[in-house]
């Protein structure tokens, strides 16, 4: 067994369990690779690891997609655009590693690959059986309901983190946190997300999410920076799918990370609903708008 790989992570069907077995056995052996100090002469390794992690992600969603037509599953064309997405991103880092094979753009591969893959099987995976809906289209009565679902979605229902109180109040031009996550989504209209972290709650996401210690939010590596920046994508999907974009199957999301404040200029989001979230191991700012 790895180090990455948990039993809790079993879907409860052999056949895809050992499929994602496999993936986080070819991702852990990428990681022992990024973390040492012989990349370079390891190119070619890395290179056709990522390889069969394009090819063989191909094979498993289509076997994953085949037990959803067999089961008649709920939500099989949502799931399938995911697949599609995920399918889309790994393809355009092994294009980005082939031209340019850096220790930043491995780890960041990694990152993705990892944050991705955790939520997606214990997330989403783990609804087929089941048969229940990965996201419902819901209608929230204001900003602050739907910011409160995206809260429960990301912290209770994704990582098991019970939320203690929800304290709302207006951004003034800056969010509190330790690390600060930024995600913009672009469908038929631009969403901005801020999902602002306490050191301890950094800290514990990303070990649900890698099985990793987080040692420093101020000197974070790329694997780390980039699995939270994964998390940002990942929750602000699921936070687009409520809010029903026309254009979902077309969305783009780019993540950015902060360290400790974010007062970025870029985009006017002054006077915007942002919610304080308390949590056993501190807080989590949470803001969402959407841009002119």
Same mark, same amino acid.
């Given at each position: 067994m790895t180090a990455l790989w948990k039993d809790e992570y079993k879907v409860g069907i052999d056949k /895809?369990?050992?499929q994602h077995r496999q993936l986080f056995d070819k991702i852990e052996h990428l990681l022992e690779i990024a973390k040492s100090g012989d990349r370079n @002469?390891? +190119? $070619?390794?890395c290179m056709d690891t990522i390889d069969f992690l =394009?090819? #063989?992600t191909k094979f498993h969603f289509d076997s994953e997609e085949a037990l959803q037509r067999e089961k008649?599953? =709920? @939500? #099989?064309? $949502?799931? /399938? +655009? /995911?697949h599609e997405e995920f399918k889309n991103t790994v393809q355009s880092y092994k294009e980005?590693?082939?031209n340019e094979f850096s220790p930043k753009n491995l780890k960041s591969f990694i990152g993705t690959m990892l944050a991705w893959l955790v939520n997606h099987v214990c997330v989403c995976d783990r609804k087929i059986l089941k048969n229940m809906p990965l996201q419902n289209i819901e209608s929230f009565a204001d900003t602050e309901s739907f910011i409160k679902n995206v809260a429960y +979605?990301?912290?209770t229902e994704m990582y098991d983190i019970p939320i203690k109180g929800v304290k709302s109040c207006i951004y003034k031009g800056n969010v509190d946190g330790a690390a600060i996550v930024r995600t913009i989504a672009v469908g038929s209209d631009k969403h901005l997300f801020l999902y602002g972290m306490s050191e301890k709650l950094a800290g514990v996401l990303y070990n649900k999410i890698s099985g990793m210690i987080l040692p420093n939010v101020d000197f974070m590596d790329d694997i780390e920076r980039s699995a939270l920046m994964e998390i940002g994508n990942i929750i602000s999907t699921y936070a687009m799918s409520a809010i029903g974009d026309k254009a979902q199957n077309g969305v783009q999301f780019k993540s950015d990370l902060y360290a400790h404040e974010y007062n970025?200029?870029?985009?006017n989001i002054t006077n915007s609903v942002i919610l304080e979230i308390d949590t056993d191991y501190g807080k989590m700012d949470i803001l969402y708008t959407r841009l002119k």
């Open positions: /895809i369990d050992e @002469s390891n +190119k $070619q390794e =394009v090819e #063989y008649k599953y =709920v @939500s #099989y064309d $949502q799931h /399938i +655009k /995911i980005l590693l082939g +979605k990301l912290l970025a200029t870029d985009y």
